[in-house]
């Protein structure tokens, strides 16, 4: 009985305690390995799962440091609303990355960050504590970077495709290579009505994205003859009642709609400012008709005329 015993234990790699005669666990010292430690362990204190944790956590704890602060190469240092302008830079934590200079596709280099300071804004906040919101000051928020009119410094340059082509060109440029289909309603010669109703002008034009292709852009011909782009997106077409018709602005602000510098070419800063003007009227635009903005009785709207609240 007692070798039987024995002989199970001893299989089991379980001795009998020779004071209680009950089987227990072998001692430490025959689990260890030859280097004096059990095995899949560093020390006897930690082993490998924990120097695997930490590892992780020290990585990923440095590669939210680093993305944080490469985030801030632009728009970097913050203003305090509660302190006189520029005398307080709010950095943040972590703070922005040293200098870097980088090479641009189209030839040059730029430095970031620069901490150069934005143009100013014709706004105030509502609130004196950070993160307020703006109210716009200026005459015709529509077309300052505002709200829902933002717009971004981009380059005033057109977008370019592959072979160094435009990107955004009117169907007259490439009207052997691009057609509207058959079946879709053309909007050339449509009159173009203002969320009043009343006529802008009409489509002259079809501005197109070669490199998504995309029709992007109507250019409306004005009633007094100058042409402004409208993009698609804040578009009705109707071939029911033959005519194009936005919900952003009224007849009367198309005239306001920034204009090109070449009539047949558009910049990346161009199309961010007219895209912004339209998203700007969705919440501006029966305020600036109605001269709420820029001063009260003696204001003027985005076409340089007095108006009155």
Request: with cysteine; glycine share 12%.
């Amino acid at each position: 009985m007692n070798e039987g015993v024995s002989q199970i234990a001893g299989s089991a790699g379980h001795g009998i305690d020779p004071a209680t005669g009950l089987v227990g666990s072998t001692t430490a010292s025959d689990a260890v390995g030859a280097w004096g430690f059990h095995l899949g362990a560093v020390t006897q204190h930690i082993d490998g799962v924990v120097v695997l944790f930490w590892a992780f956590a020290l990585f990923f704890g440095a590669l939210c440091w680093y993305l944080r602060a490469e985030d801030k190469r632009e728009g970097y240092p913050m203003e305090d609303p509660t302190q006189p302008p520029r005398a307080h830079p709010l950095v943040g934590f972590p703070p922005p990355p040293a200098p870097k200079t980088f090479t641009l596709q189209k030839g040059g280099t730029v430095t970031l960050p620069n901490f150069i300071s934005p143009p100013e804004v014709p706004a105030r906040h509502l609130h004196p504590f950070p993160g307020s919101a703006f109210v716009p000051t200026g005459a015709n928020p529509m077309r300052d970077p505002i709200g829902p009119a933002s717009w971004v410094l981009r380059d005033e340059e057109p977008l370019l495709m592959e072979g160094e082509k435009l990107q955004l060109v009117p169907l007259r440029e490439v009207g052997d290579a691009w057609h509207v289909q058959g079946g879709d309603s053309d909007p050339v010669g449509m009159p173009v009505v203002g969320r009043d109703d009343k006529v802008a002008g009409h489509v002259r034009d079809l501005w197109v994205d070669r490199g998504a292709k995309l029709l992007r852009y109507l250019e409306v011909e004005l009633n007094d003859g100058r042409r402004r782009l409208m993009p698609v997106f804040f578009a009705n077409v109707s071939p029911k009642f033959r005519r194009v018709k936005t919900r952003s602005i009224f007849a009367e602000q198309f005239a306001a709609i920034p204009e090109l510098k070449d009539p047949d070419r558009i910049t990346a800063r161009e199309e961010d400012r007219i895209s912004a003007y339209f998203a700007g009227g969705k919440m501006f635009a029966e305020g600036v008709r109605r001269g709420a903005f820029g001063g009260g009785a003696d204001a003027r709207d985005g076409l340089g005329r007095k108006t009155r609240a």
